[in-house]
């Protein structure tokens, strides 16, 4: 008698598997390993452009003052939403190390991009038991979105992580990750009232630490719950873990969490961009959309289908009304879909479907890497890249190091654009915020100042009140600057003729 292969194996043993299938799975983990790796190799530069100065700043006064920082960019004793629990942990590193600002934001990289990297393992875990998975997952995340770049934190773009994981959106991101892995387990197994404590708790550290990736956690958290089967007969539970987070929410004394219900009236006009090149920013996510559909087909409260609805009705309202800082919810929309299709080749199609929607998933992500293949250069620099690489490379700000010989911690400066946005990273303060502030009263007015400074047409004297009224001892412009008059003194010079002035008293 002939006997089969199966059963010439000795009991125990497992089928060897197929050299190709090995290496199918091998290759999306070797290629997350890489983006992982270039991500610790980013935040070893640690690039700067856009907020960075912002929460240098705010670990500069926590560092300062715990208990009592005041605003984090000019001198006025105001709450800032940018005091949270997540900032004031690193503020108190930096003042019990005596390790600079800077050095506690990379620290604060690694721990952020750990906590991304193992949160969308563990919720990928919750939709597919495949090995590859997870790994084809972070591929998705950070290169379905288009060919035009998109730089925004809570928005995981390989270029947008790149410059934006030092900061508190991208820990709430992870947090949010593993916020939705531990709710899925809690809808599928019996689950005392800790844990649903437990997750208020969490969910209410998520909005602290960034208001909108918040928004993007609490739509998929609801996802979770609708999608939940059989329907959890968990009222009870549930409402707890959210009135134990509303009271967290309540009580944070650094600021007043409920009032920025009312305070974001100056957002809109920021966040248009976001609903502009729509098509060329986010294009890739369509892939994910496509596989949305046999997976809402095949379940009408599959969890990703039910997200991606709530999250692009929020986007879509947002832009219907004017009311567009509620594009910060694309993730919402957009996080389900780039998992969709990154679950779609290990799904339960026919095999001859897998097929083509790994091949199809292959050359979105090399298109999406092609079009991020610029965050190189915060690595190598862009001198060092090709050219048609480094054209898409975005670059990073100088620094204001060259002031701090000078420049004391709480000295006020007078600036304007770029420069008050990185200033204050160095301990000093601007006449008016580089980035709105909420609870800042006088705002309109400092801006009106600084620009009336700056205008050529102004009288010496109105300088000298404004210099007078807000404290100010530097004057950051260019070099013989028509606006200079004989009460500044030149004491150093920095790049693009820039010139820091002293006041002369």
Known sequence: MRVAPSEARPAGRAAPRPPAAAKRRVVPWAAA????????????????????????ATLQRLRRDLTHPGNPLVDADTPSPYYSPWTVLLGAVARLSGWSVFVVLRLAALVSLTLLATGVRRY????????AAPALAVLSLVLLWGTVLINWSGFPSLNSLALTVAYPSAFALGLAFHCWAR??????EPSGWGVWVGLGLLWALILL??????????????????????APPLPARLAAGAAAGLLVLWLWPYYDFFALFSAGGDLESVHRALYEHFAGRYWLALLGVAALVPRWRRDHRDPLAVFFALG??????????????????LPAALIP??????LAPVGPATRAMRVRWAWALAAALAAGAWAQSGVLGYVVGRAALPAPVAARATPAWAGYQWITAHVRYGDVVMARDEPSRMIPAYGPYTVAAGYPQFFLPDESRRERAVKLYYTRRTPPGVRRDILRRYGVRWVLDAAAGPEQGPRLRPVSHGPDHQVLYAVMP
């Open 124 to 131: 990928v875990r919750t939709l597919s038991a495949h090995r």
């Open 33 to 56: 390993a890489l983006v992982l790796v270039l991500l610790l190799l980013v935040i070893v530069r640690l690039p700067w452009a856009g907020d960075l100065g912002m929460h240098a």
């Open 209 to 230: 630490c960034h208001q909108f990736t918040g928004v993007v956690a609490t739509l998929g958290a609801l996802a979770t719950v609708i999608a939940a089967r059989p």
């Open 337 to 342: 879909a780039q998992l969709a299709a990154a």
């Open 183 to 188: 709710l899925s387990r809690a809808l599928r």
């Open 312 to 329: 692009a009705l929020v986007c879509a309202a947002g832009f219907a009304s004017g009311h567009y800082s509620w594009g910060r919810a």
